[in-house]
């Protein structure tokens, strides 16, 4: 079951694709997009994660607009061009609709995050500790001036990143493990061999989907949100 659902974000509305499963309810996930937008890869994740028993909110950071997999032009400019006070209103407005939500059965809420989603979800996981328990991201992370204050964070992290990355490197990835360790966080940033970024997606726009290790990662993912997320 699947519908776009409209959600306060701080005296304006956002919008965004709840999925929920066929049991009508479960712990809540907040999925958050790549630098595309809100397109159909993105809402086949949240479908996924409802297929395995969460209710899954992908909020629309582009507020409607879209790029297709052949314009990365046009996604780098999407994401730069977007307010990013605007995207963690909608992102906080989004947990706390989730967290409200008649369909959740948990206290807190997990995040999963693909490409930029997975930079934002460290963000929401640091500015809304109150609700965000676990973090899950793919292919990306805060980086210099972009990284919050890491001491909010108490969310358990258990992220994916790819070996061949200029987005994100792996190196920093690893670097950043290290940090938030020494900060007593509960995080791993597994680096995979032989990946490029994106390679979780589905619509394959760079060339890098990895069948085998996605098919290999997911069941871990659901694992992961099922013991964290209550």
Same mark, same amino acid.
């Given at each position: 079951?699947?519908?776009?659902?409209?959600?306060?974000?701080?005296?304006?509305?956002?919008?965004?694709?709840?999925?929920?499963?066929?049991?009508?309810?479960?712990?809540?996930?907040?999925?958050?997009?790549? &630098? &595309?937008?809100?397109?159909?890869?993105?809402?086949?994740?949240?479908?996924?994660?409802?297929?395995?028993?969460?209710?899954?909110?992908?909020?629309?950071?582009?507020?409607?607009?879209?790029?297709?997999?052949?314009?990365?032009?046009?996604?780098?400019?999407?994401?730069?061009?977007?307010?990013?006070?605007?995207?963690?209103?909608?992102?906080?407005?989004?947990?706390?609709?989730?967290?409200?939500?008649?369909?959740?059965?948990?206290?807190?809420?997990?995040?999963?995050?693909?490409?930029?989603?997975?930079?934002?979800?460290?963000?929401?996981?640091?500015?809304?500790?109150?609700?965000?328990?676990?973090?899950?991201?793919?292919?990306?992370? #805060?980086?210099?001036?972009?990284?919050?204050?890491?001491?909010?964070?108490?969310?358990?992290?258990?992220?994916?990143?790819?070996?061949?990355?200029?987005?994100?490197?792996?190196?920093?990835?690893?670097?950043?493990?290290?940090?938030?360790?020494?900060?007593?966080?509960?995080?791993?940033?597994?680096?995979?061999?032989?990946?490029?970024?994106?390679?979780?997606?589905?619509?394959?726009?760079?060339?890098?989907?990895?069948?085998?290790?996605?098919?290999?990662? &997911? #069941?871990?993912?659901?694992?992961?949100?099922?013991?964290?997320?209550?």
């Amino acid at each position: 079951m699947a519908e776009t659902v409209w959600f306060k974000s701080n005296g304006n509305m956002a919008s965004g694709y709840l999925a929920k499963p066929s049991s009508g309810s479960g712990p809540g996930i907040l999925v958050i997009q790549e &630098w &595309w937008g809100l397109d159909a890869g993105i809402k086949e994740m949240a479908d996924r994660l409802a297929t395995a028993g969460f209710v899954a909110l992908a909020p629309d950071l582009y507020h409607g607009e879209l790029a297709a997999h052949n314009e990365m032009d046009k996604a780098a400019h999407l994401m730069q061009s977007m307010p990013a006070e605007r995207a963690g209103k909608d992102m906080s407005g989004a947990v706390d609709y989730l967290a409200s939500h008649d369909a959740v059965t948990s206290k807190g809420i997990g995040v999963v995050g693909f490409c930029m989603g997975g930079m934002l979800s460290f963000l929401i996981a640091a500015n809304r500790p109150d609700k965000v328990k676990a973090l899950v991201p793919f292919y990306g992370f #805060p980086q210099g001036d972009a990284e919050p204050d890491w001491s909010k964070l108490t969310a358990e992290v258990s992220g994916h990143m790819a070996e061949a990355d200029s987005f994100f490197p792996p190196a920093a990835a690893r670097a950043l493990e290290e940090k938030l360790r020494g900060m007593g966080k509960k995080i791993t940033l597994t680096v995979h061999p032989g990946t490029g970024h994106a390679f979780m997606g589905p619509h394959n726009a760079l060339g890098t989907r990895n069948e085998k290790l996605a098919a290999q990662i &997911w #069941p871990d993912v659901i694992s992961f949100l099922q013991k964290t997320v209550r």
